[in-house]
C-alpha cells in the first residue's frame, strides 16, 4: 500500500492537472453559486483525511462533532464509482440512491465554500456552461464527466483499503474512527470513455499518467497502489 504522504502528493498533482484541463472550458461557474452544495457529495477516505488535516491546522476540528456530521442510521451512498462502472462493464443496471439529502453542505458559509482548498474532487467537477441555479441542471461540455469521471476512479483506486461515502458520512466516521463508515473501495475495472470523448479526455489522462511523484510516474503508482 502506498503510504498516505505519497497518496496525498497525488492527489494534488491529480487536482492540479484537473483544475489546467477544467480551465480550457468556459464555465458560468462562480464564486457565490452554490446550487451543487448539498450534503449528497461523495468522496473517498483520502479526501477525507485531506479535509481532516484541513480542519486540523485551522483549529476548526470541533466543527466535525457538530450535529451536522453525527453519522446517520442508513447509509445514503452505496456503489462507489469503480463498482458502478464495474456493474456497467459487466452490463449490469445499477439502483442509484433515492434518498439523497439535497439540504445545505455544512461547509457553506454564507454561499462560499469554506474547505475551499481541502474540498474533495467531486466538488471540483462541478461546473455548468449555463447557470444552473434555476433548473439544478448543469450543462456539461461533451466529454467533460467521462475525463471527470476517470479520475474519480483514479483516486478511488489510489485509496487502498479505503471507504467511500457521502463526506458528511465519511467525515463522521473519520473523525470518529468509526469502522465501517463507508462502503470499500475498489480498482479501476476499466472506463466509461466513448469513442467520440476519447480526442478530450486523452490529453488529461496521458499527461497526469506522465507526471512524476517521488520518483515514479503516476502510471507507476497506480500500478503499485494495488500490486
Ligand atoms: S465542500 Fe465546499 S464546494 Fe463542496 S459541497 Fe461543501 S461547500 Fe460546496
Redesign the pocket.
Known amino acids: 500500500m502506498i503510504p498516505r504522504p505519497t497518496q496525498r502528493l497525488l492527489l494534488a498533482t491529480l487536482y492540479d492537472a484537473f483544475a489546467q484541463w477544467a480551465g480550457t472550458f468556459t464555465f458560468a461557474c462562480g464564486k457565490g453559486c452554490?446550487t451543487?452544495?448539498t450534503r449528497s457529495?461523495t468522496m473517498t477516505s483520502l479526501e477525507g483525511d485531506e479535509i481532516i488535516a484541513f480542519l486540523a491546522e485551522a483549529g476548526r476540528l470541533s466543527e466535525l462533532a457538530a450535529p451536522a456530521f453525527q453519522p446517520t442510521a442508513n447509509r445514503m451512498a452505496q456503489c462507489t464509482t469503480n463498482a458502478f462502472v464495474a456493474a456497467h462493464l459487466r452490463g449490469e443496471s445499477v439502483e442509484e440512491a433515492e434518498n439523497w439529502d439535497l439540504r445545505p453542505?455544512p461547509?457553506?458559509k454564507e454561499e462560499s465554500?469554506s474547505?475551499?482548498p481541502a474540498?474533495p474532487f467531486g466538488?471540483r467537477l462541478f461546473a455548468s456552461l449555463d447557470p444552473c441555479a434555476a433548473s439544478g441542471v448543469a450543462d456539461m461540455p461533451p466529454g467533460y464527466l467521462a475525463g471527470a469521471t476517470a479520475l474519480l476512479q483514479y483516486i478511488e483506486h489510489l485509496d487502498n483499503n479505503g471507504c467511500w461515502g457521502t463526506?458528511v458520512e465519511l467525515l463522521a466516521g473519520l473523525n470518529t474512527e468509526t469502522e465501517n463508515c463507508g462502503e470499500p473501495t475498489a480498482p479501476i475495472p476499466g472506463f466509461l470513455i466513448a469513442p467520440d470523448e476519447r480526442a478530450l479526455v486523452e490529453p488529461l489522462l496521458q499527461g497526469l499518467l506522465a507526471q512524476e511523484v517521488n520518483g515514479q510516474t503516476f502510471a507507476q503508482w497506480l500500478q503499485i497502489s494495488r500490486s
Open positions: 452554490a451543487c452544495c457529495v453542505c461547509f457553506l465554500c474547505i475551499y474540498r466538488c463526506m
